[in-house]
């Protein structure tokens, strides 16, 4: 039941997203003083205006950190509009909470951020032997410095507690909850008369008169897309590497100081005795776990040779006490960092000290070590040179990555000087839309791109597009050579698709008209009433009907059942409700009444806690303002359900 009641939460859980994304992860630290240069203005919040601009920084900010979080994912998914859309409404929302908590006069004492720091091992690990904050490291790793990144973390703290008052405080009775819950779980026996469109269309047979004017009135439905030829060139990593030679001496220079290194994929072979003692545990049980972890190794210390059958009667690790707490052969990254740093500084026999994870206190004895043989040069030579290649790849890229945008720009009449001087190929594609064709790849599928080609400015004057980002490490231009504007095609050559168009409208008047006179029959005379057998509808039982057709069963009045109801289903047709009766929920079995009683409640805290979040939420959008100045993306589907209906 309650993975029912997970799926159902899933819009109000995501639109609480919006609530809790950070937001310097988004758009950077100083972004919201940066980019505000002259730019359309697409929303404000508390009379501070977010610019197409900053739009764009954040979005493509985000576009890399998921990329690189999930480097398999579809970039299409995260160039669509909607997805946009969403990132503009982040923005909005980091607005409205940093206002409320400047307003709120909120801070973060500087404890409560030295004791994060402390608890971060990603900050920690930029702490040197000997004290001092490795900066330069810091600095190169998080993109930032170490006091903007404070700063940012400060407000970020501070923003998020605007919203911890509510979201931590919610709370619902039991009697509450279960009133809700009732009403949300009830089933009612119901019969359901379908008057499907494609019945009803079949019976249509148009005249060529009645094609040809309703071709006329909805010639928009029957046109041929705008189409161009193109030519573009693509800055790339793989663009950049043909034009690179590797020098032969600078290849052994490169191996000969590699060699000073350990050869990599070094394996080790370790037997433990773990006492858990987890994160999360009291810090009394975690303490407690510590000192007979200490007492273990005292033994072990007195009598090496008793490790592993120390391991085998005291060890918490259920997959290798039995073996004496052996784990085999592994790499560095096979076992989290805290492990892997003391395995991989011992020699061979060496027992180490207390080793803290966040599975509790190890004891580590180190029995072997297997070193991979190191290989020639000659045998390393073609991995050096692509490695190499792909290093001074990356490096050209960066550096020539401005000169491509400026002359894409500054000679937007041509592709051909900046292919040229930077020895890239300018290719071409015939017949582009402004949407991808079906099994297009690459940058011809990129609706960014296309959407550039198809400017207003760039088709009047045939100009570059602006150098327009792909990809990782991808930089794409083109410009229309031909153009072909959208044209109304004769309705010989569409004839078919009118008919079916036409078809399909008049089917699902037909379903309308008859449905409506049905109802109204029937509820003169219910016997008459001819409906098929009956069927139990519920919200996790909708028997594949519409949504429609369920929320008119759910929603017809139980005190004066039986109950008739039409539903318009739009360009499905129509349909008839007849609720019978209301069923009562199911009890369970005495043994999990209690836990299932429980269960409920916490989820409906739950759902009750993203309301009142949302309803706090858009009640600071109204105090600062907010004013979303871009359209919202039409959902997928809606315009060609308005254009059947």
Do not use: C
């Not at 592994?330 to 989290?336: E, I, N, P």
Request: net charge neutral; charged share 25%.
């Amino acid at each position: 039941m309650f993975d029912f009641i997970r799926k159902h939460t899933k819009v109000t859980m995501g639109l609480l997203f919006l609530l809790i994304v950070p937001s310097f992860v988004l758009f950077g630290l100083d972004g919201y003083s940066r980019n505000q240069e002259n730019s359309t203005v697409v929303a404000r919040v508390d009379g501070q205006d977010i610019t197409q601009s900053e739009w764009d920084l954040a979005h493509q900010n985000e576009v890399n950190r998921i990329r690189a979080s999930m480097p398999t994912l579809d970039a299409k998914l995260l160039d669509t509009p909607e997805a946009k859309y969403g990132t503009l409404e982040r923005l909005v929302r980091d607005r409205v909470l940093a206002a409320a908590a400047v307003k709120s006069g909120l801070v973060v004492p500087d404890q409560k951020l030295q004791r994060l720091y402390a608890e971060d091992k990603s900050i920690a690990a930029f702490r040197q032997p000997d004290g001092k904050f490795d900066r330069a490291g810091f600095v190169a790793r998080i993109g930032m410095t170490p006091e903007a990144y404070e700063a940012g973390l400060k407000s970020e703290l501070a923003t998020r507690q605007v919203m911890t008052g509510v979201a931590g405080s919610g709370f619902s009775t039991k009697s509450t909850a279960d009133i809700s819950l009732n009403a949300f779980f009830e089933k009612r026996q119901a019969q359901v008369a379908r008057f499907s469109t494609a019945d009803y269309a079949a019976r249509v047979n148009p005249t060529d008169a009645e094609l040809e004017q309703f071709y006329k009135e909805q010639q928009s439905l029957f046109q041929a897309p705008e189409q161009g030829s193109i030519e573009y060139v693509l800055l790339d990593l793989d663009a950049l590497k043909k034009s690179i030679t590797v020098d032969e001496q600078e290849l052994k220079t490169y191996f000969e100081k590699n060699a000073q290194q350990p050869a990599t994929g070094e394996e080790r072979r370790a037997s433990h005795i773990l006492i858990d003692a987890p994160a999360a545990a009291p810090a009394a049980d975690r303490q407690k776990a510590k000192e007979k972890a200490e007492q273990l190794l005292s033994a072990v210390k007195k009598t090496p040779a008793s490790f592993a059958d120390v391991a085998r009667k005291n060890s918490q690790d259920a997959g290798s006490a039995a073996s004496g707490g052996d784990l085999d052969f592994f790499v560095r990254d096979a076992m989290v960092k805290p492990f892997a740093d003391a395995v991989f500084s011992m020699k061979k026999g060496d027992t180490s000290e207390i080793v803290e994870t966040e599975f509790g206190y190890h004891i580590i004895k180190l029995t072997d070590i297997k070193v991979p043989k190191q290989k020639t040069f000659e045998e390393a030579k073609p991995a050096l040179e692509a490695e190499l290649r792909q290093q001074l790849a990356q490096k050209k890229f960066a550096e020539t990555a401005e000169a491509f945008s400026n002359a894409v720009y500054e000679q937007a009449d041509s592709l051909r000087p900046i292919a040229d001087r930077l020895k890239l190929e300018v290719k071409t594609a015939t017949q582009l839309t402004r949407n991808p064709a079906p099994g297009a790849t690459g940058v011809l599928a990129n609706p960014k791109f296309l959407a550039a080609l198809f400017a207003p400015d760039a088709v009047e004057k045939k100009r570059n597009t602006e150098a327009i980002e792909v990809g990782a490490n991808q930089l794409v231009s083109g410009r229309l050579t031909q153009y072909a504007p959208a044209r109304a095609l004769p309705l010989a050559e569409v004839k078919d698709r009118v008919r079916a168009q036409l078809q399909q409208q008049r089917g699902a008047e037909l379903a309308r008209k008859e449905g409506a006179e049905k109802l109204a029959a029937w509820k003169a005379n219910p016997a008459a009433a001819a409906l098929p057998a009956a069927m139990v509808i519920s919200r996790d039982q909708t028997q594949q009907l519409p949504t429609a057709v369920v929320n008119a069963a759910l929603s017809a009045d139980s005190s004066a059942l039986p109950a008739l109801a039409g539903v318009e289903l739009g360009a499905q047709g129509y349909a008839i409700v007849k609720v019978l009766k209301v069923l009562p929920r199911e009890v369970p079995a005495a043994a999990e009444a209690q836990a299932m009683a429980k269960q409920e409640l916490d989820q409906y805290t739950q759902w009750w806690t993203s309301a009142e979040s949302l309803a706090y939420y858009k009640a600071l959008q109204a105090r600062f303002k907010v004013e979303i100045k871009a359209p919202k993306p039409e959902p997928k589907g809606a315009a060609e359900s308005a254009g059947r209906g």
